[in-house]
């Protein structure tokens, strides 16, 4: 039974020190660093802090990409480590944003917003990637179909 106390006393003690950080996170300076874009939507533009690796770096978007609703795309630069997040304000807030990246341990840092050039876009468009993959997987069995034709033709004309 302490087992189970330990874990629940530290599971505790990580949400106190979660909260305590929002607490420091003010929204207000997350403001130069959003932009409104077409049909409603925003993008934000941070980085987060502590983050040593492109590995990490991509894998903390791609958890919060998964695991937040509202949010539409994630384009990352991993050499200068930024990330710019298109998001529905109607269905997601900054604040809500900003909770995600803490409760995935991270501490979120604002960059002012710059236009810039498309970057590759990391998180989005499921629909094209879905598409993509549909599209790649007929022609692989058209391509199938084919050569079981051609073996066929083949065996018949001896």
């Known amino acids: 039974m302490e087992l189970k106390t330990n874990i629940s006393t530290q599971n505790a003690e990580n949400n106190k020190n979660q909260k305590l950080l929002l607490k420091e996170i003010d929204e207000s300076v997350f403001n130069n660093s959003l932009h409104k874009k077409r049909f409603g939507l925003l993008e934000l533009h941070l980085t987060v802090e502590k983050v040593y690796s492109h590995y990490d770096f991509e894998k903390i978007f ?3 990409y998964i695991n937040t609703r509202g949010i539409k795309s994630i384009e990352i630069d991993e050499n200068r480590y930024k990330a710019y997040i298109i998001f529905n304000p109607n269905k997601i807030s900054l604040k809500e944003i900003l909770e995600n ?3 995935l341990g991270y501490m979120p840092s604002p ?10 876009n990391l ?3 499921s629909i094209f990637n879905n598409i993509y993959d549909t599209l790649s ?3 692989s ?3 199938s179909i084919g050569n079981a ?4 033709l083949f065996i018949f004309r001896r």
């Open 62 to 64: 791609r958890d919060l």
């Open 101 to 103: 990246i803490l409760a």
């Open 111 to 120: 960059i002012k917003y710059k236009e810039r050039k498309k970057t590759r």
């Open 123 to 125: 998180y989005g468009g």
């Open 137 to 139: 997987s007929l022609g």
């Open 141 to 143: 069995i058209f391509v």
């Open 149 to 152: 034709i051609a073996d066929i």
